[in-house]
């Protein structure tokens, strides 16, 4: 649904009271449209009906990751799946929510020779990456999403489906503006002649615009516990925000500011004096440790089409199914604790051999059955609250020069980052206009206020980003229309002390199990953790495969569904 005009995704009616108010409108979509003239309208009109999509934009070739480790350990544990032993009888494994986690869950069940039945609340599918195509056919997304090279389980997933073309490698840099210097930027460009990890330290010493010296060197040396101490020190730091750590290494506040608050936003959308060290340690540890690891790639067209498709027609293949519009309303339960079906808003009741809960955390945490409340596994996830975004998508009547095709770190105080996605994207390209697409956070203090406000807010900062080419009155550029996608509650907050409380994915209840970037995985909130989360968990019910089998509660003939 597009609703057009100002209206708030917080403020929208609900028929179905809160539970289907937070999993309906988790991701937020509204529009607005700004009166086109004739003759713009015929040329959008002529672009779309001049015949095949011509790209001018140049991408580079994918690097070489086959031959890293964990691209390695990413493909044996794909490989394990298509060769366990057949399974006598297959298990009718149902799970809810077709986001990367459950889409990831189902593929690896179905290809160790299971049916797994896949239950996506919506009409989209995709999760976290959702899109949707509006009346002029333009396509608006949930966020702006980049694959790295240091997602193997990723690279992984788009070579087993044959889709590695469809992945668009930019050149191996990291593109920040200048806030000090409006419309400018600096750059770290990484060698490609040089290994891990001296081309990344080549890229930070020859950048002298945003770190002194003496910064860089007091950086590094703060850095050397991490370097030294390996994965159990990284993992040490949960329990230190960014900003506490950078202080008691003795790192001055400067390189938190001119750097990290850009790479705290990427990474969970909140600042540095709420982002756990932990996460930034685990991506500087990927990106300095792989020599492609931060290299960066879009997806040359809309998620759920280019990649989440193409990911159900593998699991239809193999005798899986997939449905779409079946919300869950209640988890019922046997006299013993255990699962007896999941009931649908609809009155559905579906059964299975195995369960699985692939949906955000928060709305997991509204179904818990009353009884599984109290269990520390599931007690523990009261600390993981999934984080307010906005992403804004702007349509303007020019096409903007002060940009590159590539991702961009704003560092502005209301921005994270942004692209111009008529450059960087097959799909959304556009010889003559710009799409500028833009993630908004921190965003719990603006998840409620109107669209107009967060478009005023926006062209506001992209005023000290274009400032030849944009003014916040539009009297240089003007805006055709926008969308805003407002996701209340995204992926898990990152804070200190998180990562105890992150769940296995095997639950203490017989058959029930979970998979998510929330659950325990070494990639944290990120499309790499869900689809490795979907692998463990997975791989989880492959071994409980004699218990569920022999079950005697379950009709392992076929699943069950009544009305």
């Given amino acids: 649904m597009v609703v057009f005009g100002n209206v708030s995704a917080a403020n929208l009616p609900y028929q179905n009271g809160f539970l289907e108010a937070l999993s309906s409108e988790l991701m937020g979509h509204n529009s607005f449209r700004v009166p086109i003239s004739s003759q713009a309208l015929k040329t959008r009109t002529r672009r779309r009906t001049a015949g095949p999509l011509q790209v001018v934009c140049v991408d580079i070739p994918r690097p070489e990751l086959e031959n890293t480790v964990n691209f390695l350990e990413a493909a044996s544990l794909a490989a394990s799946f298509r060769s366990a032993p057949r399974p006598a009888k297959p298990l009718k494994v149902v799970i809810a929510g077709a986001g990367l986690a459950g889409l990831s869950t189902a593929k690896y069940l179905a290809d160790a020779g299971h049916q797994p039945l896949l239950l996506e609340a919506r009409n989209v599918l995709g999760g976290k990456i959702a899109a949707w195509k509006d009346e002029d056919g333009d396509w608006y997304e949930t966020g702006l999403h980049i694959f790295f090279g240091a997602y193997p389980n990723v690279q992984n997933l788009f070579g087993e489906l044959g889709i590695n073309d469809r992945l668009q490698w930019k050149e191996h840099s990291m593109i920040f503006a200048m806030p000090s210097k409006p419309g400018e930027f600096s750059r770290f460009d990484f060698p490609d002649v040089l290994p891990a990890p001296l081309n990344g330290i080549w890229a930070i010493l020859r950048n002298n615009e945003m770190l002194t010296w003496p910064e860089k060197i ?3 040396i703060g850095l050397l516990p991490a370097m030294v101490g390996g994965q159990a020190y990284v993992e040490a730091q949960d329990g230190l925000s960014v900003e506490e750590w950078m202080r008691k290494q003795g790192v001055p506040d400067r390189v938190t500011d001119e750097v990290f608050i850009a790479m705290s936003k990427a990474l969970n959308f909140i600042n540095p004096d709420e982002l756990s060290m932990q996460c930034i340690l685990i991506a500087l540890n990927r990106f300095l440790q792989e020599k492609h690891g931060s290299k960066m790639a879009f997806l040359d067209g809309n998620p759920p089409e280019r990649l989440c498709m193409p990911i159900v027609e593998h699991i239809r293949s193999l005798g899986g199914e997939v449905r779409l519009n079946s919300r869950i309303r209640k988890i019922e339960l046997e006299d013993d604790g255990t699962v007896k079906n999941f009931l649908l808003t609809d009155g559905t009741t579906i059964q299975g051999d195995a369960y699985v809960f692939a ?7 509204l179904l818990l059955p009353d009884s599984w409340k109290e269990i520390p596994y599931f007690k523990r996830l009261e600390k993981l609250v999934g984080v307010p975004v ?18 961009l770190f704003s560092r502005s105080n209301l921005l994270s980052v942004y692209a111009d996605m008529s450059l960087t994207c097959k799909e959304y390209y556009d010889p003559n206009r710009s799409m500028l697409e833009l993630v908004f956070a921190p965003a719990e203090e603006w ?3 109107t669209d107009s406000d967060i478009i005023d807010a926006t062209m506001k900062e992209l005023e000290k980003l274009f400032p030849d080419e944009i003014a916040a009155d539009q009297s240089k550029a003007k805006i055709l229309k926008y969308h805003v996608v407002k996701t209340p509650r995204s992926v ?10 992150r769940p296995l994915q095997r639950s203490p209840i017989q058959g029930f199990y979970l998979a998510g ?5 070494k990639y944290l909130a990120s499309m790499e953790g869900a689809v490795l989360s979907g692998k463990f968990c997975s791989q989880s019910i492959v071994q409980d495969y004699e218990l569920l089998a022999s079950s005697g509660r379950r009709n392992l003939s076929e699943t069950t569904v009544s009305t």
Avoid: M
Avoid at 492 to 501: N, V
């Fill in 492 to 501: 898990y907050k990152t804070i200190p002390d998180c990562e105890p409380c």
């Fill in 447 to 449: 998840i409620s206020r």
């Fill in 218 to 220: 007091k950086f590094a």
């Fill in 517 to 521: 970037d929330y659950t325990k995985q």
């Fill in 359 to 365: 949906t955000p955390v928060d709305i997991l945490k």
């Fill in 390 to 407: 906005i992403n804004v998508h702007i349509w303007f009547d020019r096409k903007l020069k002060n940009t590159y095709d590539h991702l």
